[in-house]
């Protein structure tokens, strides 16, 4: 009864947040600032329905950085949630184009300035890359990304591809790796409490100090940082009991 008494809240929600979405990105479409408005300052109220808390933690001066790539760890369908906290604004995301047939959420996905790649097709990724470079010198975008490329689903962090890297690479902007707390087998929403989530926003990284040849090297030191500060978090963390 829990369960079906979540699911129609958070359907309730889920057209709200539609609608008040959809609005928002037809007075200003593709604006810089649509994904911080309809991720961290509405998608967040869905987290109590849910049953989690979360914790942000955020380097000082974040607001003041400037264009970035953001590397993030990719658990479960719930990171659309449980990570928008840590969306900042000028934050926009790199999906795959099959992304704008989901229901809902895959128009706004598109109207509200994220970028849509085809991975299918390995040139026409290479050449997205250098549009999202484009974009981010142009309109002084941020990106958002997951480097592992898919969900892990509780199998820790994955390998990283290096898409994320070039792209910081050739903007000649910061890495900013962002951690959330393990929690792929943590949420049941037949339960009223589904413990804490904790989210690390660490130091920007310098993307510059890497040749173009080493961008495998630096996917793998960023990678690392975070393998590590992911077990930290685990540690810190409450689970459900």
């Known amino acids: 009864m829990l369960k079906l008494i979540r699911l129609l809240v958070l359907g309730l929600m889920m057209v709200l ?8 990105c037809l007075l200003r479409p593709r604006h810089r600032t649509n994904v911080y408005w309809l991720s961290n300052r509405l998608l967040r109220f869905a987290l109590p329905v849910i049953g989690l808390k979360v914790h942000l933690k955020i380097p000082p001066g974040i607001d003041k950085l400037g264009p970035a790539v953001y590397v993030a760890n990719h658990q479960t369908n719930w990171d659309i949630v449980v990570l928008t906290c840590a969306v900042q604004p000028g934050v926009v995301a790199v999906g795959k184009k099959s992304l704008v047939w989901l229901p809902l959420f895959g128009i706004l ?28 010198r142009e309109r002084r975008l941020s990106i958002w990304m997951f480097p592992e490329g898919t969900r892990s689903r509780g199998r820790g962090l994955l390998p990283f591809k290096t898409g994320a890297f070039h792209t910081a690479m050739q903007a000649g902007v ?64 409450r689970r459900p009991t």
């Open 17 to 24: 947040w539609f609608l008040l979405g959809l609005a928002i």
């Open 109 to 136: 996905f598109y109207l509200s300035g994220n970028i849509l790649i085809d991975r299918s097709n390995r040139a026409r990724a290479i050449d997205t890359i250098r549009q999202v470079v484009d974009k981010i």
């Open 174 to 237: 910061p890495i900013v790796p962002i951690v959330a707390s393990s929690y792929a087998t943590q949420v049941d929403l037949n339960r009223w409490d589904n413990g804490e989530v904790w989210i690390e926003m660490l130091a920007p990284v310098d993307s510059q100090q890497w040749a173009r040849d080493q961008v495998r090297e630096c996917s793998e030191v960023i990678r690392e940082q975070m393998v590590s500060k992911l077990a930290e978090l685990d540690q810190q963390a």
